[in-house]
């Protein structure tokens, strides 16, 4: 693996950080490199834009994109490359997350995202590096480690389930 960042994960706000620090962490227990960071599609749209169009040419592979409220930010990343663009949609608004999520997950045709639940920036990343997996060997081994311990863990709380 390389030390260059293959992930970057990207917020509205550094209110954002509670919930996309999970990613940051699942991509660290994989030894996947990630770059972080906060650009608005709202407050600044281009420095949004210029995230979007340099991420390839700074060697990333995926971004995870997470916001709340309005959350155009997967939208304007997804229309600004051509990597594939995970949303994490973020419950911080009244709305509770809905608007989040309908304006994460409803994108026009061409404009693909593809759309985690609300605050699940763990999912995102663990679908980052499925993605990554794909091309990587070693990475695709940790993967199915990680899969089949989630599975010994239910088989676990199975057997000690008593009625």
Do not use: C
């Not at 770059?35 to 995926?62: D, F, M, Q």
């Not at 920036?121 to 989630?150: G, H, R, S, T």
């Amino acid at each position: 693996m390389t030390d260059t960042p293959l992930v970057g994960i990207v917020m509205g706000s550094d209110s954002d950080l509670t919930v996309m620090r999970q990613a940051a962490e699942t991509l660290a227990s994989f030894g996947v490199p990630y770059e972080i960071t906060v650009a608005s599609a709202h407050r600044s749209p281009e420095r949004a834009a210029n995230y979007a169009s340099s991420a390839i040419n700074r060697g990333l592979k995926v971004i995870i994109a997470g916001a709340g409220w309005a959350a155009h930010l997967a939208g304007v990343m997804a229309g600004g490359t051509t990597l594939p663009v995970i949303g994490v949609p973020i419950s911080s608004s009244p709305l509770k997350g809905l608007d989040a999520l309908l304006a994460t997950v409803q994108m026009p045709p061409g404009v693909p995202v593809a759309t985690v639940g609300l605050d699940a920036a763990n999912n995102a990343a663990i679908l980052a590096v499925q993605i990554l997996a794909l091309f990587d060997p070693q990475l695709a081994q940790a993967l199915l480690a990680y899969k089949e311990n989630m599975a010994k863990k239910v088989q676990e709380k199975a057997q000690n389930l008593k009625i």
